[in-house]
């Protein structure tokens, strides 16, 4: 399926200047996302992803600092737009975003009409009425009753919280909406629930979704295509089928973290491990930044910096095993 | 293997909500029933699985465990002693043979101790160890045994020096400081990352094996549960509601809520993305100051009829092979899964409906 690109990012570069050093916490990632689909981002802590994703919107969190590279939107670099431009055409117009532990980023002091109706105001001019309604639209897309409007986060459970944060992500009708962790603060039941939720918008309003988290197991459930960050870089980037599929993943690091996965449905002896911590990103390792910890390394590992490069249609691998040269 | 070490009959622990004035006049009171007449029994080396969402008492439970809440109701026997309300030297003994590893690492050791610290309290408050060179020995011993190794190198680090993953090595290292027979470890790998939890668990397991420690394994995940346990308990509003052998519980689940955790589990699969997941249950958990009468499970229950919740509350009952549920359904839900299994095999059907 030839789909249209909505999202390019080439060779983004955020740093966070520490006085410890420069982290290198995103280091030259190029990806794009596709019109309606889902583009799944995992990684263990620490490993970029969540940095990443400020990054599309143009926000880094400070100390960081946007320092390279294009984010095209559309074909239009919104790295060169002034802060006014990104607030009128970017930020919650195109993307959006539904942050980690979003569910306590209500606040407590105001009903959930007060905070929703803030965002609208700031983005759309329309009546008193025109703004309900349509909260109220957003509200029941999301599968929640009217009179939540009227309510407190605290009179809401997580998963309605959750509901209520990602209703806001949408409500501008935006292009792509990340969600970073949207899931791992709730219960196995809900967390269903929410996930069930989001596919069925992703099928209703054609958006684009960014799904941040660093379980393998919950992207096999909701992203079309894979993209698995190590250190600041991506090591892998596949269809879900070439991720999760019968022959398995091409690089050691997506396939012994899907080893560590734990299946519900089989008696598992040993569990396997990756040894050793992700490295410290001020002094990453010299050549490919996995090959401390990676069973197969080889001579090269150690000394060149590997390339993401095309494996197979649709399957980018940063690997210097996969390469047949 | 056989001889229980650890049994809880009934145990039950009320949380009394504060009341108005009115209430009081009324001599109304209400409770929050976080524990509500659960009974078990764990032998000595077995890990034994508590599982269930938040709020369902499994926290609790152990808290009641380790004794660090007053019992409302009910026994606790340890080693066969009656541990329900000790009190003094038998408090402290009983704390010496328990042990807790909580869920974050961080927050419960003090972030001004060193690791030496930290593993020296335990001894000091008992009183353990003839002199500081006994104590060292122990310590440094206590680290290699958790692979912490060299321990000269980790004595001296403050918690924040090490990784999440080392963290949990020197929490359990603390545990294990006192030479306890039961460790109650309260969502150990949560909070670590997947690369490394198993590495946590497998050194968990292997420290079982050789100091012959019962562990009592409290956690929402049950893929690491099956993993991980011998036995698991499912629970729900404060009560058990299955229990069995981890394999048996998670491959022939009778209790629908038990069916119902097991649906909503993400695994990494292929050919799930356009699926929308089937979770058989409705509506949210409620509140554990208003309990449901009868079956507490019966408002969420797809299976639920009549008898449900006029009749009193279903009992746990043994089906064969040490499994157990509480649900007054269990056989007609057994014929109906064996039935949709069945089909499922032949037609290759999936019970999730496509979307797009």
Known sequence: MAMERVLEVKDLELHYFTRKGVVRAVDKITFDVRQGETLGVVGESGCGKTTMGTALLNMPTPPGRIVGGQILLDGLDTLKMSEQEIRRRVRWESISMVFQGAMNCLTPVYTIERQMKETLQQHREMSKEEAKTRMKNYLNLVGLPDDVLRRYPHELSGGMKQRVVIAMALFLEPRVVICDEPTTALDVVVQAQVINLLKDLKAQMNVSFIFITHDLSIEAEVSDRIMVMYAGQISELGTSEQIFGPQGPAHPYTQRLLAATPLLHQEVTELAFIPGTPPDLVDPPAGCRFHPRCHVVMDRCLRDEVPLREIEPDHMVACWRCFHE | ?356
């Open chain 2, 1 to 356: 293997m056989s001889e229980p070490i650890l049994v809880a009959e009934n145990l039950t622990k009320w949380f009394p909500v504060k009341r108005l004035v009115s209430q009081v006049l009324r001599g109304e009171r209400t409770w929050v029933r976080a524990v509500d007449g659960v009974s078990f029994s764990i032998n000595k080396g077995e890990i034994f699985g508590l599982v269930g969402e938040s709020g369902c008492g499994k926290t609790t439970t152990g808290k009641l465990i380790m004794k660090l809440l007053e019992i409302t109701d009910g026994h606790l026997h340890l080693n066969g002693e009656d541990v329900t309300h000790v009190r003094g030297r038998a408090l402290a003994k009983h704390r010496r043979s328990v042990q807790m590893i909580f869920q974050d690492p961080y927050s419960s050791m003090n972030p001004r101790f060193t690791i030496r610290d930290v593993l020296m309290e335990p001894l000091e408050i008992h009183k353990v160890g003839k002199d500081m060179k006994e104590r060292n020995a122990w310590v440094s011993e206590i680290l290699n045994e958790v692979k912490l190794s060299p321990p000269e190198e980790f004595l001296v680090r403050h918690p924040h020096m090490l990784s999440g993953g080392q963290r949990q090595r020197a929490a359990t290292a603390r545990t294990l400081m006192l030479n306890p027979s039961v460790i109650v470890a309260d969502e150990p790998v949560s909070m670590i990352d997947l690369s490394t939890r198993a590495e946590i668990l497998h050194m968990m397991r292997q420290l079982q094996r050789e100091l012959g420690l019962t562990y009592i394994y409290i956690t929402h995940d049950l893929s690491t549960a099956r993993y991980f346990a011998d036995r698991l308990a499912v629970m729900y509003l404060g009560k058990i509601i299955e229990m069995g052998p981890a394999g048996t519980v998670i491959d022939r689940c009778l209790h629908p809520y038990t069916q119902a955790l097991i649906g909503a589990v993400c695994e990494p699969v292929s050919g799930k993305v356009n699926q929308i997941k089937d979770v058989p249950i409705k509506g949210e958990i409620p509140a554990a100051t208003n309990i449901p009468p009868g079956c507490r499970f019966h408002p969420r229950c797809l299976y639920a009829v009549n008898e449900c919740w006029e009749n009193v509350e279903p009992k746990l009952v043994d089906i064969g092979g040490g499994h157990m549920v509480a649900c007054r359904r269990h056989e007609e839900i057994e014929r109906i899964g064996a039935a949709a299994r069945t089909s499922e095999a032949s037609l290759g059907l999936r019970r999730s409906t496509r979307i797009s």
